[in-house]
Structure formats: C-alpha cells, structure tokens
C-alpha cells in the first residue's frame, strides 16, 4: 500500500486533469508569440526607404531632382514637395513645375523642363527611382561651355511615403543628396 493514501490519488488525478490544459495554454501562446514574430518580420523584409538624389552635369547642363527606393519593399508616395531656399513647391499641378524652373532662371526658350506632377498615389518600386524635376538645354541651346549650376544647398526634397502594410514615413531632407 502506497504511503499518504487518497490525498496521492487526488493530487495523481488533478495532475492527469490539468497537464494537457497547461500543455494546451504554452502550445497557443506559443503560436501567438511565433506569428507575431512571423508578422514582425514580413513588415520588415518589405520596408521602402526614399532617399532624394540630384543630378547635377556642368559640361551638359543637366539639373534633375529624383527620389530612389533603396529598401527592400515597394514605396507608395503619397505626397512630395521640392523645397527652393526653404520654400516648399508641391507638384500637384505645373504651376510647382513651373515656379522651381523660375528659381533656378530657366526660361522656357532655353530649357527643356519635366516635372513629375502627382494627381495620385504613385508606387516606386524597389531600386528604382522617381525623376521629380529635370531641367537640360533645349535642342539648339545646347552650352558652348560649362554651364553654372544652382547650390544644391539651395534644394530640399519634403513628402510622406507607405509601405503596403500602411506603415508610414516622411522624406528626409535634412541630409544631403547622393
């Protein structure tokens, strides 16, 4: 006969009873734990970073403003604006276009100008890059010499961007561009 008695029976029974309860309770909060991580991860291995780049070619005349994707994911712009001595210029509509060609004293006759003009949402894929504003001579103007180019210093790039999981971010300026 067993040492204790009935109370070794009761305590072997409550054990058979509540183990598969405190089994099942560790195995789910496993799983919660796990997919949580799991759900973690994948917002990170889709991060988009927009950085903004500007092109500046003395010899040609080029001067372009772009931003580049250099994350992971896909970026969703939602709002961009190019800043000149501090004044931000939404491209919205040409009249943004048109007023940073005005700062940098590029008429028309002389210069060919493209400005990306945002009516929507714009998606930009990993390592690729979204032109902004791009200014070079037009045909028959093209530079005898080197042509002088605006102080970067001058430009700044301001917006909002998305991952797709709607994690949201703004466009750095306070760096200078690559």
Not at 19 to 34: G, K, N, R, Y
Not at 73 to 97: E, F, H, N, Q
Not at 134 to 145: I, L, T, V
Request: with cysteine; hydrophobic share 40%.
């Amino acid at each position: 006969m067993l040492k204790g008695g009935p109370g070794w029976k009761l305590f072997a029974e409550l054990v058979r009873l509540w183990l598969p309860v405190l089994v099942s309770v560790c195995a789910i909060s496993l799983t919660v734990f796990q997919a949580a991580s799991t759900r973690r991860h994948a917002r990170l291995s889709v991060q988009p970073r927009l950085e903004w780049r500007l092109v500046e070619e003395s010899r040609s005349g080029v001067f372009e403003i772009s931003l580049a994707n250099v994350g992971l994911g896909p970026a969703i712009v939602r709002s961009v604006a190019i800043g000149v001595d501090g004044i931000p210029k939404r491209l919205t509509d040409l009249a943004g276009c048109e007023a940073i060609a005005a700062a940098l004293a590029r008429s028309r006759e002389e210069f060919d100008t493209r400005c990306f003009v945002q009516q929507n949402d714009r998606v930009v894929r990993a390592g690729t890059e979204l032109p902004l504003f791009r200014s070079e001579p037009a045909d028959g103007h093209a530079p005898a010499d080197e042509v002088e180019l605006p102080d970067y210093r001058r430009f700044s790039v301001t917006g909002t961007y998305c991952s797709f999981y709607e994690d949201c971010w703004e466009i750095e300026s306070s760096q200078s561009p690559r």
